[in-house]
Structures are given as C-alpha cells and as structure tokens.
C-alpha cells in the first residue's frame, strides 16, 4: 500500500499559498502517494483537477483570518481528521507562525510525524500574547523542534524564525516556489492583441500588470500615487495599468476605496480593473512591466511569473523579494520605512523605462533566465519529494515517538498542559455558545486535570476566559445566564465542596 501524505492548512483560499498548494498536491500523487488535503471549502478549478487526481478532500469551516481564536484553540477537530485518516505524514501549509497552532498540537499528541512550511514571516509579534496565559512563543517554538523539517520559502524568512523561535539551525532549510510550463511559454502574439483590444488599450502602449487581491497590503496606494504624478508627464497617453484580483474575503479589502480613487482622478481609462481571473499566463503576455508594492510578503509567486514570462518587475524591497529579483528589475524602497519614496521611484522608474522597448526587452530576457535558473515548478516539486522521503518514519522510530511521549520532560508538560488547559476552556465556551450546555460541563470538568489554578481561581478564569471569547467575537457575555445553568452549579460544587 502507498503510503499517504496529508496536507493541511488553515490560510484563506487565495494567494500564493493556494497555488503552492496545489502544485504539491499535484506532485504527490505523480510519486505514487495517497493525497488527502484538509483546506477551507471552497470550490474552483483547482479543487476540480484535485478531485480528478483522487485526492481526498476535508473541509475545514474557518481559516485564519474568519476565526483566528479557533486556530488556536481547536486541538479536537483537527485531532479527528487525523485519527479517521491516519496519514504516514502531515505537510502543514502555513500562510503565518501563528497558522495551524492547534492542529500541530493534535499531531504531536497523536505521534503524527509532520513538515512545516511557512509562507510569510512578518509582520509577527514577536511578543504576542492572546490573554489566556499560554507562552505561544515557547510552544511554537517546541512545535518547530518537534517537526521533521521547517521549510521556508526565503533566506530572508528563515532567518527570522531562527531569530525568534531559536529552533536547531539543522532544521530548516530554504525552497523556493516555483511555477508551472505555462508561465515559461512564449506569450502567443494573437491573444495579446485580443485581450488588448477588449481591454481598449493600443497594441503599442505600455501595459503595466499587477496580479494580486485588492488589498492594503499589496501596495496599490502607490500606485495610485504614481499615477498622480504621471498625469502630467510625457508619457501618460502611453501608459495604461491593468489589475488583476478582488478584495473579496479579505481583511484589507480595499476594492472600492481604489475604484473610487481611480474614478475621482478621472483616469478609468488608463486603469482598467479585470477581477479574479485564471488565465494569467496570458494576461501577462500582453504586458509589458509587472509592479508589486507590496507591504508584506513572503516570496511573491506573481513575481515569479512575471519573470518567467519575461516581463521586467517593479516591486518593494520587502522580505523575500531582494532575494528574488536579484540583479533583475527594479527594488523600490520598503513602504514601511519610506512610502513616499516607493511612490515617487515608482514613478521615476517608469517614465525612465516605459518609452525605452529596448530595456524593457532585454531585462525582461534577464529576468526570465533568472526564472528558469530558479522558480520552476519540477525544481520544487523534486526538492519537496526529497523532504517528505526523508521526513516518513521507520516503525523503530514511531515506536521512540511514542516512548517519547510517555516521558515527557517536566518543561514540556507543562507547556502541552498549558495548551491543552486553555483548549479546553475554549471548547467549553463554543459548546455553550451553541446551546450544548451538558458538553460544556464535561469539557471544563476535564480541563481541570490541566489548570494551572488553585480550584477558585480556575473558577475565576473560567468566567475571564468566557468573557474575552464572547468579546472576540463582538458578542456580550451575560453572566448570569452562565451561573444559573445546573452544569455550572455542578462545577462549582465539585470545586468548592468536592462534591
């Protein structure tokens, strides 16, 4: 029998982490592995190719931006995903360090071996804290100690969690994304007069492409900015922007702030805003100068492709991307230190390039060898492989994991306690959320073997931590409702009176 690779993440399903996602998916089931992939629901052509292949879908009803507290705090669903499907190994799919927080304490606990791959660092507070007592620096860097690889997709995000989560130095490593033939294949000359003419854009202007959702962070105010100061230049009638994503479902959503913007400075002819589109090969060979402002990144698969496509790329020396472009294209100053500058360079930048074809030409041809060299999908693909080959355990060493587990130093009790205590509290507060008062009791009698209170104060925090869930959520708390309920006499009874 084949052995059987589980992928699991909680990020939204968009982006880069999407695509990366599915490229490995893809990749393991050409090796000969059983695929299963736990995800948010959604339904597209990605998941349509994923089904075709076999691969084995569980759908997950939050990520890590609709419900981040549940991230943290639901160990059990996660734990019943993995205990049903029993995979040789899980890849957790980070989009944050604070992503799959959880479920990664539901593998450990089940002696599950695990890879993590993590696609974006910062912003990460370095000090966070979620008020519930839990030391999530400690554990997570425990949970980076426990896996059998940590994988980042950039030198620059490397470094920073060894910086912050001091975990063994032999345990990660760098791989790159990469991207599929199609973004490596000469752009077919009639499709880009096609897509032209339906955008209204003159074949001989000069296209300037942004794929990525409509989002704060991405950087499109500068843009905007840019665009004030080419109004009045020499080659604004030569000019056109053409952006690529929505703001749907995301917490920067800022779709119709931009529309708006385009629209009050009168330039809707010059910027043209296309959606979600799955067709970006294409898009991007009928074009000609790719930007990405962005504020936070990993390492951009947009840039990636612009690259292998042969396009020059205009992008901010944030994270991944210095050590992406390399010598190729043009580094704007970081937007966070300088937004000003970003806005002005990027300006600058093209109204040097946008009437030299011949630059445009022949640091596009840099850019794409650049690509080939680095950010092939089959490189990634291999080097993942090789990962997960090495990361699958003998059964002498599932049976030291499991030894393992059944001594455990006192340090590291005590922090799984922890985790474990306030994982419970949480799973009390969702049950009576949710009407189920008897479950309530019978999570918060259990996480009584966890507190680390003496019996009143675990009362005290029960009713703390009730309270900062329902504030989460925007929701008020009625305390009462909560101490009249027979299950929680019961509790206080066993507490108090030992009853």
Request: net charge neutral; with cysteine.
């Given at each position: 029998?084949s052995?059987h690779i ?7 399903p968009e ?16 090796a000969?592995y059983?695929v299963t ?6 339904f ?9 292949l076999g ?7 939050f990520?890590?931006t ?8 639901d160990?059990?669903?996660?734990k019943h ?6 995979p ?26 695990y ?9 990460f ?6 008020g ?5 620096i400690d ?22 969690l ?6 063994p130095a ?5 791989i790159?994304?990469?991207r599929p033939?199609?973004?490596f294949?000469t752009p077919?000359l ?9 955008w ?7 296209v300037?492409f942004?794929?990525a ?14 665009i004030k100061?080419?109004?009045s ?7 056109y922007f053409v952006w690529?994503?929505?703001g ?13 913007s385009i629209?009050?400075?009168g330039?809707?002819e010059?910027v ?8 970006i ?5 009928a074009?000609?100068?790719f930007?990405?402002p962005?504020?936070?990144e ?11 496509k042969?396009?020059i790329?205009i992008?901010?020396a944030?994270?991944?991307?210095p050590?992406?472009l390399?010598?190729?294209?043009k580094?704007?100053p970081?937007?966070n230190?300088?937004?000003?500058a970003?806005?002005t360079e990027l300006?600058d930048?093209l109204q040097?390039?946008?009437l030299n074809?011949?630059?445009?030409l022949?640091m596009?041809?840099t850019?794409q ?7 092939t ?5 291999r ?6 080959k090495?990361?699958?355990l ?6 030291h994991?499991?030894?393992f587990?059944q001594k455990l ?5 005590e ?11 949480w ?11 008897i479950?309530?009791?019978l999570?918060?009698?259990k996480?009584?073997k ?13 009713l703390?931590?009730f309270?900062n ?20 006499k ?5 507490i108090?009176?030992?009853?």
């Amino acid at each position: 029998m084949s052995q059987h690779i589980l992928l699991y993440t909680d990020n939204p399903p968009e982006g880069g982490v999407q695509q990366y996602n599915h490229s490995i998916l893809c990749g393991l089931v050409s090796a000969g592995y059983r695929v299963t992939s736990v995800q948010v629901k959604q339904f597209n052509l990605l998941v349509r190719q994923q089904k075709e292949l076999g691969i084995e879908q569980f759908w997950l009803k939050f990520n890590l931006t609709t419900d981040f507290a549940r991230v943290l705090k639901d160990i059990q669903q996660p734990k019943h995903i993995f205990s049903t499907s029993k995979p040789d190994l899980i890849v957790f799919s980070d989009g944050w360090p604070l992503a799959s927080f959880a479920a990664k304490q539901a593998a450990i606990d089940l002696g599950i071996p695990y890879i993590t791959v993590l696609g974006v660092v910062e912003p990460f507070p370095r000090d966070f804290a979620f008020g519930d007592g839990v030391p999530y620096i400690d554990v997570m860097s425990y949970h980076y100690t426990q896996a059998k690889a940590v994988i980042a997709v950039s030198q620059n995000n490397l470094n920073i969690l060894h910086e912050i989560f001091k975990f063994p130095a032999e345990t990660g490593r760098v791989i790159h994304y990469g991207r599929p033939p199609q973004y490596f294949e000469t752009p077919v000359l009639s499709v880009r007069q096609k897509l032209r003419q339906e955008w209204r854009i003159p074949l001989d202007a000069v296209v300037c492409f942004t794929a990525a959702r409509l989002s704060k962070i991405k950087g499109y105010e500068y843009q905007i900015e840019a665009i004030k100061l080419l109004k009045s230049s020499s080659i604004w009638e030569q000019i056109y922007f053409v952006w690529a994503g929505t703001g749907e479902g995301d917490y920067y959503n800022c779709e119709s702030e931009l529309k708006a913007s385009i629209e009050e400075l009168g330039v809707t002819e010059h910027v043209k805003f296309l959606g979600r589109r799955w067709d970006i090969p294409d898009l991007l060979g009928a074009s000609d100068i790719f930007i990405l402002p962005s504020k936070v990144e990993g390492m951009p698969l947009s840039i990636m492709e612009a690259m292998a496509k042969g396009l020059i790329v205009i992008a901010s020396a944030v994270s991944g991307i210095p050590e992406e472009l390399g010598n190729t294209g043009k580094l704007l100053p970081d937007p966070n230190v300088d937004p000003k500058a970003t806005a002005t360079e990027l300006a600058d930048t093209l109204q040097a390039w946008a009437l030299n074809k011949e630059t445009l030409l022949e640091m596009g041809r840099t850019s794409q060898e650049r690509a080939k060299k680095m950010f092939t999908e089959e490189r990634m693909v291999r080097e993942y492989l090789e990962v997960i080959k090495n990361a699958l355990l003998t059964e002498s060493e599932r049976k030291h994991i499991a030894s393992f587990r059944q001594k455990l130093p006192q340090q590291i009790q005590e922090l799984e306690n922890r985790v474990y205590y306030s994982s419970l509290v949480w799973d009390a507060w969702y049950s009576y959320r949710n009407g189920n008062n008897i479950k309530m009791g019978l999570y918060l009698d259990k996480s009584l073997k966890y507190a680390p209170f003496l019996p009143t104060e675990t009362l005290v925090n029960w009713l703390e931590s009730f309270a900062n869930f329902f504030r989460y959520k925007g929701e008020i708390f009625e305390t009462e409702s909560l101490t009249n309920l027979s299950e929680w006499k019961r509790m206080l009874n066993r507490i108090c009176l030992g009853i």
